[in-house]
DNA sequence: CAAGATTGAGCCGTCAATCTTA
DNA sequence: TAAGATTGACGGCTCAATCTTG
């Protein structure tokens, strides 16, 4: 029908608005000690991650970003001894991300503080049944 | 609680997730007649404007990119042809943008196609209910 | 040739400073 | 002094081409 049409385009442009402004609220708090929203999220992938880190190609699918842009993101992060690369024993292509010890503690300092902080900007205007529906929807989207 | 502290968590990433996929998808689509995501904005902003267009300020609201950045997004446009500034009568520090006869056929063209791959991408996953409470969530989260 | 990754060129956005008018 | 808007410097991302290994 036409009007779901309508109301497609009406749900596309509140998430994308709402993404907008949470993500801009989030990336002007004072908790990210010199780090990126997005090397925060290198970080927080590895951080999940086994001790023999991630590829570059499995970092790339928690992070949205080209495969050009990882591969900037992480000499930089190199460079800032945030990370490590290693030689993938397996596959002479391949290299392996690990995290160094700095960049552990990076990670839990400013996750700490994200994590807090995206949980006051959510709870603001959200109960925790519709954060559950809300986290129900877009996952449908992306999957 | 700590457990809403979490569920706000995966909330967001679910969201944040979400956002960016769709996005990419819509932004590789083939409907986009040499505008960026971005610029179109601009063009369907000033659609639901009045014959004397928008100023730069008023813009922002819509389009979500710094001062700066509206400066310089403008200036590409104008200088593609898509838009015009005109001075504002009442206010000489402002100028007033409006669109061209070039850019709203543009704006109608690139509109009809891209809302109906918004169309499609969102009710792929989504039914028209549960697009009403994703689109009532997010509003909630932009306030 | 395909897959993992890097590099060069160029675009576009931000920050900070500046200019002009209210 | 503040508000609207622009400009210079710079960072970081993308695209396309390339290099290396499977």
Redesign the interface.
Known sequence: VA???R??????E???????????ELAAADVWDGVSPREYGVLYALSGAGPDGLRMSELLADV?VTQAGMSRLVARMEGAGLIERAEDPGDGRASRIRMTEAGRAVQRRVGLRH??H??E???R??D?D??????A???????
């Open positions: 009007s779901r049409t109301i497609a385009n009406e749900a596309w509140a998430l994308f608005r709402a993404q907008a402004t949470v993500a801009r949205l994590g807090r995206v949980a900007a959510m709870t205007a959200l925790a519709e954060l559950r529906q809300l986290r929807l877009c996952s449908r989207l992306t999957g």
